[in-house]
């Protein structure tokens, strides 16, 4: 019984080296070890010959038409104009000119881009010399961009300044700007501690003045006008004054007077007030 055991131990060890010699190739190496190897098996794919009689291609004629109705769109549709006042932005910068209220006013407050930025340069004790730059719009009432450029003297009780201007301005009734250009002078003397007389003189030319006069009513503009002033003392740094000022009408070609009472707060290096 013992001796079938082994036999059919043997059988079996027999049969499995055979069938693992027929997928692995024994190896012996440097280190004097069986080293047991899978053989390479070469594949041969069964793929079934498709003669090209059998292809028929689509035709592409309706997806060719389909095609020439698409018009590209041309460059010149898609520019927009580069001044952000003329086109509509969706840009996240000017959302804050936008009134939330409205959301369909998509533009930007013409508001938005005025600017006053004044440059002062001593020159010495006496002389300085003022720049001002300026741009004022009024919706529906027209507006202007200015440059002011004068030299201040000072001496005493006396204070001399003098100097031009030169821009554009528009209103309702010239949508295109015009030229404005013009002269001011000012003066004022210092009588006591309490009183300070003033006087000024200011001509300004507008281009379309002839044709439409009206236009140039608006108060902010500058005017072709003559004045005088006296102002008292309240405290250290405000003062009241009271004066006439004559400016002309170009409805009626006339210089008007205007009588006036005003406030003015004055320190060392600025001037609130006429």
């Known amino acids: 019984m013992r001796r079938v055991a ?48 059998t292809f028929t291609p689509r035709g592409s004629r309706d997806v060719d038409i389909k095609l020439r109705e698409l018009a590209p769109v041309s460059q010149a549709e898609t520019t927009l104009p580069e ?21 369909m006013i998509r533009e930007v407050s013409p508001m938005a881009l005025d600017f006053n930025e004044t440059y002062i340069k001593r020159l010495n004790e006496r002389f300085e010399v003022i ?6 719009t009024w919706p529906g009432a027209g507006g202007m961009t200015l440059f002011n450029t004068g030299l201040s003297w000072k001496s005493g009780r006396w204070q001399l300044y003098g100097g031009g201007f030169g821009g ?12 404005t250009t013009g002269l001011h002078l000012q003066a004022t003397y210092q009588a006591t501690d309490w009183l300070r007389v003033r006087g000024w003189g200011q001509y ?33 740094n405000f003062w009241i004054g009271t004066g006439v000022n004559f400016e002309f009408n170009p409805m009626n070609n006339r210089m008007e007077p205007q009588f006036m009472v005003y406030p003015a707060v004055q320190t060392r290096h600025f001037r609130i007030g006429m």
């Open 6 to 53: 082994w036999i059919c131990i043997a059988w079996i060890s027999a049969m499995s080296m055979a069938q693992a010699q027929s997928g692995f190739d024994l190896i012996l190496d440097k280190e004097g070890k069986i080293v047991a190897l899978p053989k390479n098996k070469t594949y041969e794919l069964q793929i079934p010959k498709v003669s090209y009689q």
């Open 83 to 103: 001044h952000p006042m003329d086109m509509r932005i969706s840009s996240a910068a000017y959302q804050p000119f936008f009134n939330i209220y409205t959301p």
């Open 131 to 136: 720049a001002n730059g300026t741009q004022y």
């Open 168 to 179: 554009r301005f528009f209103t309702p009734f010239n949508p295109s700007p015009g030229i």
């Open 204 to 236: 300004a030319y507008y281009g379309d003045e002839g044709h439409n006069p009206h236009m140039l009513r608006n108060p902010f503009y500058n005017h072709t006008q003559v004045g005088g002033a006296f102002e008292f003392r309240v405290t250290e």
